[in-house]
């Protein structure tokens, strides 16, 4: 038992731990957004914050256990691509939120100056991890000094945005738009909202032990195959890393908790950026940052520009677009795929 957990994997026992750590985050996400569309009209937070603070939080738990896991094997590279390349993908499932939403596009239903400013804090953390990279090379007690800066613009960004005193920007209400509003009918009704909490944080340690395994599966991965680390973190890992948000949007998309389904991804794409510091302090060979190599740092740049088209599309809202998806969600899907052919290559 314990070779199993300390040595590499064959490659077929690699791919069923990927599949299966898949369908269990699949099971979970989806009762998660039942849980948490619940708490956040009990709690009087509202889906927006609720689902980028706490959503987030759960549905990168798998991401952190990866990330810390590979970090401490040794292999930054791994540690690196899977934080980022997990936000790449993760952007992706507004997308396959908006495909799912047929009536009109999921940004120009769902409207929350809450959405776009998690976005704008996720591209200061990004650009404050590329700065990072690019900074001399000092660690303190084996930690990089943008770490803790990381840690305090996220903890300061939340602040910022829950404490704001009113709106200085407001979407334009339409027919379409489904207004975050607590909901009539309560299904856990005779259920208390500590014992939901207590099924929501359950669930969550099922996916970090998940998290764990598929981070096992990809150091195994990359030992018996020709891939590179930042295919696999990127593509591999990050997949796996995103499928909690995209399950998640889906859902909620399906339920009608329009501002959920986006606060879930960019609140979870927010906390994956911190994924670089549980990184950077599970790794014992000097800063995360500087480990990266080139295929990481070209993964931080399209994080950066994918979640920049995205908080266009939130700000344009356009009722239809390009092949029903609006001109993001195509942009999004020509980027990633741009991104996978370019560290195959």
Request: one cysteine or more; aromatic letters at 8%; hydrophobic letters at 55%.
């Amino acid at each position: 038992m314990n070779n199993v957990v300390t040595q590499l994997w064959p490659l077929w026992l690699a791919v069923v731990v990927f599949l299966t750590a898949g369908a269990i985050t699949v099971v979970c996400s989806i009762r998660l957004v039942s849980l948490g569309d619940t708490l956040a009209d009990r709690t009087g937070w509202g889906e927006a914050f609720f689902g980028a603070v706490f959503f987030g939080l759960v549905t990168s738990l798998s991401g952190i256990a990866m990330t810390a896991v590979t970090a401490a094997a040794d292999s930054p590279q791994l540690a690196y691509s899977n934080a980022v390349g997990g936000i790449a993908v993760q952007t992706l499932a507004i997308v396959a939120a908006d495909a799912a939403y047929r009536r009109v596009n999921l940004e120009y239903a769902a409207a929350s100056e809450q959405n776009l400013l998690f976005g704008c804090l996720l591209i200061v953390l990004l650009s404050t991890a590329l700065l990072g990279s690019f900074s001399p090379e000092v660690t303190v007690f084996g930690v990089h000094p943008v770490s803790p800066i990381m840690v305090a613009l996220y903890l300061g960004g939340l602040k910022l945005i829950h404490d704001r005193e009113g709106p200085m920007w407001t979407a334009v209400i339409t027919r379409e738009t489904r207004l975050d509003r607590p909901e009539e009918f309560d299904p856990f009704g005779a259920r208390s909202s500590k014992l939901l909490a207590a099924e929501f944080a359950a669930l969550a340690i099922v996916v970090v032990i998940g998290g764990w395994g598929v981070a096992r599966a990809a150091e195994s991965v990359v030992e018996v195959t020709a891939l590179s680390e930042g295919f696999v973190g990127a593509v591999l890992m990050g997949g796996i890393n995103a499928l909690p948000e995209t399950v998640t949007a889906i859902t909620a998309v399906r339920r009608g908790a329009l501002t959920l389904a986006v606060a879930a991804v960019i609140g979870g794409n927010s906390l994956d950026a911190l994924n670089l510091v549980v990184g950077d302090v599970a790794f014992r060979g000097g800063s995360l940052f500087h480990g990266a190599g080139e295929d990481q740092l070209f993964l931080t740049t399209a994080a950066l520009l994918m979640t920049a088209v995205l908080l266009g599309g939130l700000l344009l809202r356009q009722r239809l677009g390009w092949l029903r998806l609006g001109f993001d969600g195509v942009l999004l899907a020509a980027i990633y795929g741009g991104v996978v052919i370019t560290l195959l290559y």
